[in-house]
């Protein structure tokens, strides 16, 4: 059976492919789960000194999938996805990202805590968690406001549009946007860069540009309980049915 998160370890640099291809990259629980455990193993392992996460074939990761936002809703801090989001905040190792196509909801939100971030010039970014009548998680909520201001944040995050790379890297969620046939090799290049640096000179500068994780957990907690709670509510169960019935959701019913 093919696997749907890839992990190989090579010259320092522990790559987690996302390989899911038929569900554009869609996350379940278990891939979040597995996602979590490897970038928890990285921290221990002496010869992990990056890790870089991208996505095969056209997708970094359409988002959370939909399905399973159904068949296993969030509950509690030990959920797979909870401890995948606090695990990419918490980490002391730097993380880079090399974002190969689409990037929905999480897909987005997991580049505002990775270090370095390579954008295909075709990769496309959205926020939808409004349009699904969901709320923001992965202290997005937090950074993107403090990144762009609010009313760059709103646009984003209650439009939910689809913007592209340049736009990312105006935004400076994008360190970079290159030729997507040069991504891969950017991406890894950098990382093995990282890989050769004094590696606690790099935790201790990672750490110090990152003094308010605190804050950036309690953001997590908030959002987490308002997500949970909206993941069962009839506007959202409305919009999911619509995606799979392949149709607009009509929230005319809801006040
Ligand atoms: N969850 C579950 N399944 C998903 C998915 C997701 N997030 N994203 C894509 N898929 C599935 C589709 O249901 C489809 O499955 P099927 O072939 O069994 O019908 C398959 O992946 C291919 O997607 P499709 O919609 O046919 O491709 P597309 O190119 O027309 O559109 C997307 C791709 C990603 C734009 C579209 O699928 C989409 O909007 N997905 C939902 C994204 C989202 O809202 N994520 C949650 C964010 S919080």
């Known amino acids: 059976m093919t696997k749907p998160i890839l992990i190989e370890i090579l010259d320092g640099v522990q790559t987690l492919t996302i390989n899911r291809a038929d569900k ?14 490897a970038l928890r193993d990285a921290e221990d392992n002496p010869d992990i000194r990056v890790s870089l996460i991208t996505g095969v074939a056209d ?3 359409s988002g959370n999938d939909i399905m399973d936002f159904i068949q296993n809703p969030v509950s509690g801090e030990d959920a797979p996805v909870i401890r995948f989001l606090y695990a990419l905040a918490e980490v002391r190792k730097p993380l880079v990202a090399a974002v190969n196509g689409l990037a929905i909801g999480v897909g987005t939100t997991m580049l505002l805590h990775c270090d370095l971030v390579y954008a295909a010039d075709t990769a496309t970014f959205s926020l939808p968690f409004v349009n699904l009548a969901l709320v923001p998680e992965a202290a997005s909520s937090l950074l993107l406001p403090r990144m762009l201001g609010h009313q760059r944040a709103a646009e984003l995050l209650m439009l939910g549009e689809t913007f592209t790379a340049d736009f990312a890297h105006d935004a400076g969620i994008v360190t970079a946007v290159v030729p997507a046939r040069e991504l891969q090799e950017k991406a890894l290049g950098t990382a093995k860069k990282l890989a050769a640096k004094a590696p606690e000179a790099l935790r201790l500068t990672k750490s110090l540009m990152k003094a308010n994780t605190d804050q950036v957990l309690q953001a997590m907690r908030t959002e987490g309980a308002a997500f949970a709670g909206r993941l ?6 409305e919009a999911m049915q619509a995606f799979m019935e392949r149709r607009s959701p009509d929230f005319s019913k809801f006040s």
């Open 232 to 237: 069962t509510s009839p506007e959202a169960r």
């Open 24 to 37: 554009k990259n869609a996350l379940t629980q278990e891939m979040y789960g597995q996602l979590a455990d």
């Open 59 to 61: 997708s970094f990761t």
